[in-house]
């Protein structure tokens, strides 16, 4: 029993198929609760007022659109490598989700940056960083649609995901050098004995987990759908033969 | 291996090879920048250097498709593939070509063209420096992106949504140790960061192009 069976798309699709409504019930749960436990039964804050309440949709999606980014590159290093035609369709099937993430978080940014820091868009750097990896998916997923044979656009998307990912990084570390933020350093760090005061910390939290399962739903069915999309290929090819 | 660098400078010098475009392109974005934000030399003088890395970067964008795709066409990057140069080799004279038929006049014009920009006298060292260190860097770039496109019918508009955003590093550090140098700043820091992105492309990201060449020939 190892992780590797699941590549096979027949186990896949049985197991994505047993977990995907547990998973969607469950986000479900996690983001009403989440987000109406943070509109509507937290105080507001004294300085930011109820604009604070951004913070639930802003910082979930921020996160989710960096690790999305993060598991494509994990799915198409195992495509590159064991090649399981599963790994390399999960990765297509995120890259949409990620940049929905990307947009939501640079969008929630700008309504909160409106009366916060009086603008809609600075050139801060970790903002700049954002709309440079929001090209990168926009990129990703053009490659995706413009070429036909699947196995070779898994194997180009995959190549350029690593590429990529590389240049993402040395982008964040430049665009750092290159001007100064207004934008605060990181908030949440899992070594730090407190982040955010716990009134706004606990229905976060249940809104990260809300967002984290939503992104595993969605990629579940995005995936299943890929997988019969292919499967009914073969099957048109298979008539069109006989 | 120095046969094939002969062959696409050649062909890259011959009518119709596109030696010069990108020039010309480069001369063409200097006089419509005045156009656009107005006369006063002033303001031309602090925006010259990001306005020059600007040109060089588009017009060595403009160059890049016709890296491999006419090769591709007439069946010359099949015969290369079955060639005893490995592609890691080819890709990297491919660049190397490039370089030389686009980076190296865009160099040359630089100053030229940054006297009509009203750059301050003290930013002609650091521009040249930051050009000569940061064009190779998108020569190596745009091959990978040429060599990912290389089999899509009209794939120009996707390269440049591809290579742009990987040019970013490099135009930040380019064109600010071009912007400290007309600020008369030290800029020897941006400048060790180019040089070290510009390395590291040259030594990694044929790699990655061979590998992508592989499978668009496969």
Known sequence: MSLWEYANPVKFMALSGRILPWTAALSAICLVVGLIWGFFFTPDDFRQGSTVKIIYLHVPSALMAINVWFMMLVTSLIWI?????????????????????????????????????????????????????????????????????????????????????????????????????????????????????????????????????????LMLLRTRTEIRARRTKALLARERMA | MKALLIRDLRLAMRAGGGFGLGLAFFLIVTVLVPFSVGPDSALLSTIAAGILWLGALLACLLSLDRILALDWEDGTLDLLACAPLPMEGTVSIKALAHWLTTGLPLILAAPLFALLLSLPSAGYIPLILSLLLGTPALSVIGTFGAALTVGIKRGGLLLSLLVLPLYVPTLIFGSEVARRGADGLSYSTPLIMLAGITLGTIALLPFASAAVLRVNIR
């Open chain 1, 81 to 217: 490598i064991r090649r399981h035609h599963v790994s390399a369709l999960a990765a297509k099937a995120a890259a949409p989700i990620g940049v929905v993430m990307t947009l939501i978080a640079l969008i929630t940014g700008a309504i909160w940056g409106q009366p916060m820091w009086g603008t809609w868009w600075v050139w801060d750097p970790r903002l700049t960083s954002f709309l440079i990896l929001f090209l990168f998916y926009l990129g990703y997923i053009a490659l995706w649609s413009a070429i036909e044979d699947n196995d070779t656009a898994a194997d180009l998307t995959s190549i350029l995901c690593l590429v990529g990912s590389v240049f993402a990084v040395l982008s964040r570390y430049a665009v750092n050098f290159w001007n100064q933020g207004l934008h605060q350093g990181a908030s949440l760090s899992l070594d730090k004995e407190k982040n955010v005061a716990d009134v706004f910390y606990q229905p976060l939290l249940v809104c990260i987990a809300g967002f984290v399962l939503l992104f595993v739903a």
